[in-house]
T-cell receptor
Framework: NAGVTQTPKFRVLKTGQSMTLLCAQD?????MYWYRQDPGMGLRLIHY???????AKGEVPDGYNVSRLKKQNFLLGLESAAPSQTSVYFC????????????FGSGTRLTVV | AQSVTQPDIHITVSEGASLELRCNYS??????LFWYVQSPGQGLQLLLK??????LVQGIKGFEAEFKRSQSSFNLRKPSVHWSDAAEYFC????????????FGSGTRLQVQP
């Protein structure tokens, strides 16, 4: 009954460092998404995947890369972190794009100093 | 491309009072529409969704929403608010074509006064 699990939950990075955020789902969902949440801006789509081995850009993809090597995992990478990437990152998955809606993870709070 | 506007950034209501949160969308065809709720420090939970049929949809926790095509709106309502409803609420729209992912509004933070 894990649903969507994000690791880590919190992280502080220095400018220029790299890191990978992991999203894992155990619901056999085809679609997975990465969003970032910033105050007053709602959730903005970074990248998404419509199946194993496929990825696509969202609204704000610059500075991020993703991989979906296994159906259950969707990784978000920051190659060279910048303070503008300080945000809360949410992963979500869905059985089909629409109309089922998403199941969200609990988020990763990332601070870049 | 689709878009969502939530005109109210912050709303305060008294416990027991009725609630209406506004959502306006922009999309060329009939959209899929959703309302999500986020409690502090938590992920988002689906409250309700609309994709066809009856324009008044019922959700969890006593919430309902009405799709009005003529007004491009999907407002969320609750007849009597409880203190536990204090949270941030997000409206989202999905499209049938193009980028097949949800577009979210900027959110409305609900505060409930005792």
């Amino acid at each position: 009954n894990a649903g969507v699990t994000q690791t880590p939950k919190f992280r502080v990075l220095k400018t220029g460092q790299s890191m990978t955020l992991l999203c894992a789902q155990d619901m056999n969902h085809e679609y997975m998404y990465w969003y970032r949440q910033d105050p007053g801006m709602g959730l903005r789509l970074i990248h998404y995947s419509v199946g194993e081995g496929t990825t696509a850009k969202g609204e704000v993809p610059d500075g991020y890369n993703v991989s979906r090597l296994k159906k259950q995992n969707f990784l978000l990478g920051l190659e060279s972190a910048a303070p503008s990437q300080t945000s809360v990152y949410f992963c979500a998955s869905s059985l089909q794009t629409l109309p089922g809606g998403y199941t969200f993870g609990s988020g990763t709070r990332l601070t870049v100093v | 491309a689709q878009s969502v506007t939530q005109p109210d950034i912050h709303i305060t209501v008294s416990e027991g009072a009725s609630l209406e949160l506004r959502c306006n969308y922009s999309y060329g065809a009939t959209p899929y529409l959703f309302w999500y709720v986020q409690s502090p420090g938590q992920g988002l939970q689906l409250l309700l969704k609309y994709f066809s049929g009856d324009t008044l949809v019922q959700g969890i926790k006593g919430f309902e929403a009405e799709f009005k095509r003529s007004q491009s709106s999907f407002n969320l309502r609750k007849p009597s608010v409880h203190w536990s409803d204090a949270a941030e609420y997000f409206c989202a729209v999905g499209a049938y074509t193009g980028r097949r992912a949800l577009t979210f509004g900027s959110g409305t933070r609900l505060q409930v006064q005792p």
